[in-house]
């Protein structure tokens, strides 16, 4: 006896099912938490302290007679203004030289300065490299890594070479940051939205969708009477 459509619609909507339904269910998952979440919190707003100065610059210094500049910005290391130039010199203003990055001392009280009050710092490690799945992935690197005591395992990064204060991580994020590599599928670098593995499973998702539309719509007709 000769199977119907209906029988092969019904047999491929099942398997297909089974083989994207984790999935399925990590993308709902995934986007409840997301939609539940204060993406500010997630930045870890709730953590930073207003930081900004001001100063005023006289009777600069620079080392040599010439110095080409491209990019120009000021950081501030305990009070005291520095001159970022171009992204690769660290140059005091006042005497001219070229100051080698900060300490660790230095890097310290930098994340204090941006941290809120009320939180200890618990240690402080000098990153010199990280992997595709590191919390600071795609920042300045060497980097200063301050934590803090607390229940949100608050990490503050600062960057070794000019004292810029780069990021601020902790548990919600951490939590965030798994989820969105669940949901995007990206399982090398966690950031890549248009991965293969994602394209396809989307697909099989959309075949699930359409037949079980389908599979309705057949087994809404009816049977014409003898």
Known sequence: MRKSKHFYVRKAHRWISIFVGVQLLMWTASGLYFSWTDIDEIHGDQFISPASQTTTLRDLMMQGSELQVSELAVRFIDDRPYLWVNRSKLIDPESGEVKPGV????????????????????????????????????????AWAITFEGPQDLTAYVAERDGSFQRVRHRSWRIFDFLWMLHTMDYENRDDFNNSLLRAFSLFALFVVVSGFTLFCLSRVRKPRV
């Open 103 to 142: 300490s660790r001392g230095e890097a310290e009280r930098i994340a204090r300065r941006h941290i809120k009050d009320g939180y200890d710092v618990t240690g402080i490690s000098l990153l010199t490299e990280v992997g595709s799945h590191h919390e600071y992935r795609g920042r300045p690197l060497p």
